[in-house]
């Protein structure tokens, strides 16, 4: 009788643990999970709004490079001017100065407006020199757009 009292004690003492213990390690794992998961789901969407943001910065500066090119009216190509330097360094800013292709990005961008302001004379002269300019900046875009597009679709 002795016996049998000490196992019903035992069986109500891991009842308890079953019924009461394993739902909140359970649901401490399923916390653990749904947080990471939230926490990736943030930064990846951020990751998005930041190559959507950049991919936008590069192609408005391009394009002001290339309307500041074709552009006689002074107003106008000093306009395109101010819009083309904003973008470059809303890009910059955009950009991490470790990464070695963001810095390359950037310097790219600095010697086509370079070439702009100071040929702006003689922009007919510069127009096969710029679109070359501007064919090695899509060239390192692109490089570095895909990188964190390859990055957005692992979800980290």
């Excluded at 500041?68 to 950009?95: C, H, N, P, S, W």
């Excluded at 070359?132 to 597009?149: A, N, P, Q, T």
């Amino acid at each position: 009788m002795c016996c049998e009292k000490m196992n019903t004690g035992n069986t109500d003492w891991i009842s308890l643990i079953g019924t009461i213990l394993i739902p909140i390690i359970i649901g401490f794992i399923t916390y653990i999970i749904a947080k990471k998961q939230i926490t990736n789901t943030g930064i990846t969407q951020f990751r998005q709004q930041w190559i959507n943001s950049l991919r936008d910065t590069l192609s408005l500066f391009i394009a002001r490079v290339e309307y500041t090119i074709i552009q006689e009216d002074k107003v106008k190509i000093k306009e395109a001017f101010r819009e083309m330097v904003e973008a470059e360094y809303k890009a910059e800013m955009l950009l991490n100065p470790v990464e070695d292709d963001h810095n390359e990005l950037v310097k790219k961008m600095r010697e086509i407006r370079k070439m702009v302001y100071e040929d702006e004379s003689e922009v007919s002269k510069i127009d096969d020199k710029i679109d070359d300019e501007i064919d090695e900046l899509l060239s390192i875009s692109k490089r570095v757009l895909k990188r964190e597009w390859n990055v957005v679709k692992k979800g980290k």
